[in-house]
């Protein structure tokens, strides 16, 4: 059974941080781009952080420029978005997404930064 669990979110005050975890079932995630994507209410979804580690590349939004990171955990089957120096416009919904060809996306985990 082929699954993505997102978890990590919370609610946290602006210039805070959180770490979200994204892990794998079913398939290996380092044979996938990974991206994170958040959706604000109200707002498209749109892509955040991106990771390939077959190609070697990485992709981020202007918008997180500096303050969120992106790593893997190969033994684990796990990505993680550092998210540091939260700003009350990050709140959103996130979502991790494995893509091969195929998508797989998981359910979402709720980010909210307080001013």
């Known amino acids: 059974d082929v699954q993505l669990q997102a978890s990590g979110g919370g609610l946290v005050q602006a210039g805070g941080s959180l770490r979200l975890s994204c892990a794998a079932s079913g398939f290996i995630l380092d044979d996938y781009e990974i991206c994170w994507f958040r959706q604000a209410p109200k707002k498209e979804r749109e892509g955040v952080f991106c990771?390939?580690?077959?190609?070697?590349?990485?992709w981020f939004a202007d918008s997180v420029k500096g303050r969120f990171t992106i790593s893997s955990d190969i033994a684990k089957n796990t990505v993680y978005l550092q998210m540091n120096s939260l700003k009350p416009e990050d709140t959103a919904v996130y979502y991790c997404?494995?893509?091969?060809?195929?998508?797989?996306w998981g359910q979402g985990t709720l980010v909210t930064v307080s001013s």
């Open positions: 990771i390939s580690s077959s190609e070697g590349k990485e």
């Open positions: 997404r494995g893509y091969r060809g195929i998508e797989y």
